[in-house]
């Protein structure tokens, strides 16, 4: 495998300018994972009798869950058509458009009508707009992280790379938060009618705040360093005779192949071997999470406050054990860490369902912290490094777009799963676990069979 001279050649930014990096990159993730998490805990409270009504409860479920799962068919093709955009032009401009895309999309789910107001329309209107939702988080996530990662010290870059990824536990707490304020303070009528909307509409606020930061940032300087590079190599052809010219031109041109094929073609293992890796990190988070608050409050009969505290509690605690893993790997590799995560994930599968069965409440909130904190945050933190140090500068945002949103279909189609599973074992939560655990052994297969040597001294 070749060493790739453009990811060891930047230093990092000067403290200053690497703090606005690091702010952009969460204020967009932050957007993303917000938006994100409100639609998985919206589908499995009140999509099912909003949008699907004629359907008795558990079918509604699943109907609502299936419109959650839509958004992520829409996401590979916005990871590639953003990857290459970023790979090309440059990942500033493109995660500026990504923001808009998905904050508009989000407020706008805000204002649907619903089943009762506009009929068929309505869960149509809500699919239309969870595809284009999904279209542009396809493009934030290799694009945030590599705003950070490709600007960091090497020395730094696992810790720093950590930071937009706590934005997934400040996602979780702002989402869960703002629905379980919803949920305390209106009554069950008004929180039906028109308090559902308030999460979705909230995402304008932050669209103009990420927008503004974004805005203000510059672009990495691996990608730079790259453009440089291709600056150099075009001139160096003028420079060739005339009679050699067209030679040294058509085989610049060879080089210059769209990245997705340039990624197939220089990286083909490890394409396949991040999809496997980052399997367990997004079915975990989507079974904790998303089908674990509607298991609780649909199948169990329990107050949905009671899961919505438990994720609000394990969320605030990844905003600490996130950036604390991704320091840590500094000093020993991303893939232990990597690998520890997964491990836990193979191994806790059936004694989080039998916390949750228990039906009490710090039992409940127990499983939540420990299976969030040392399974998906665990591989979360240490995840966009790790990918990073697996594609060269000029494929790695298509390597990272590619990797996590095909991944995703899965992640996302999970609670979608899940509640079949559920249905199918006859209301008990044993085929959901092993299919758990099943997809967290392939994980782990895959993260011991990554091999990543770009010369770079942090990779172990």
């Excluded at 979360?380 to 991944?407: D, E, I, N």
Aim: charged share 15%; glycine share 10%.
């Amino acid at each position: 495998m070749d060493v790739d001279k453009n990811h060891i050649a930047n230093d990092g930014l000067p403290d200053a300018a690497m703090r606005k990096v690091v702010a952009a990159s969460f204020a967009g993730a932050l957007l993303e994972w917000y938006d994100f998490f409100i639609f998985g805990t919206a589908a499995g409270l009140v999509f099912g009798p909003l949008f699907f009504p004629q359907e008795d409860p558990v079918v509604g479920t699943i109907a609502a869950f299936a419109t959650f799962g839509v958004g992520f068919l829409a996401r590979p093709l916005g990871g590639i058509v953003f990857g290459h955009y970023g790979d090309k032009i440059g990942r500033k401009v493109t995660l500026i458009w990504t923001l808009v895309i998905v904050g508009i999309s989000t407020f706008l789910i805000g204002l649907l009508p619903t089943y009762a107001n506009a009929g068929v329309w309505a869960p149509a209107l809500l699919v239309i707009l969870r595809l284009i939702q999904g279209f542009g988080l396809g493009g934030e996530y290799g694009g945030a992280a590599l705003m950070t990662i490709e600007s960091a010290p090497q020395s730094k870059r696992g810790f720093l790379g950590s930071l937009p990824q706590t934005a997934a536990s400040a996602g979780i707490m702002l989402a869960t938060g703002v629905f379980a304020l919803c949920n305390g303070l209106l009554t069950q009528e008004q929180f039906m009618a028109w308090g559902w909307r308030i999460p979705f509409l909230l995402s304008a606020v932050m669209l103009i705040v990420g927008m503004y930061i974004r805005i203000h940032t510059e672009e990495t300087g691996d990608f730079k360093h790259a453009k440089r590079e291709v600056i150099a190599e075009k001139q160096a052809i003028l420079t060739v005779p005339m009679a050699q010219r067209d030679e040294s031109g058509q085989q610049w041109k060879k080089k210059e192949s769209l990245p997705i094929i340039e990624l197939f073609r220089r990286h083909p293992r490890n394409i396949f071997l991040a999809l496997g890796a980052r399997l367990a990190e997004t079915v975990s988070s989507n079974i904790i999470n998303a089908f674990g608050i509607a298991y609780l409050s649909t199948q169990l009969a329990m107050d949905r406050q009671i899961p919505l505290t438990g994720m609000l509690i394990a969320s605030a605690i990844g905003l600490i054990s996130c950036p604390l893993i991704g320091w840590i790997s500094d000093r020993v590799g991303q893939r232990p860490l990597y690998m520890a995560g997964a491990a836990f994930c193979m191994l806790f599968a059936f004694p989080f369902f039998f916390l949750l069965e228990t039906q009490q409440p710090v039992v409940i909130w127990f499983a939540m912290i420990v299976g969030y904190n040392f399974g998906p945050t665990m591989m979360f933190a240490v995840q966009p490094t790790m990918f990073v140090r697996m594609f060269g500068t000029k494929v790695r945002y298509t390597g990272l777009s590619f990797a996590y949103q095909f991944s995703a279909i899965l992640g996302g189609m999970t609670p979608l799963i899940a509640s079949s599973l559920l249905a199918l074992g006859g209301s008990k939560p044993w085929y959901v676990a092993a299919y758990f655990a099943g997809i967290s052994v392939i994980s782990l297969v895959c993260v011991q069979l990554i091999r990543v040597n770009y010369g770079d001294p942090q990779t172990k």
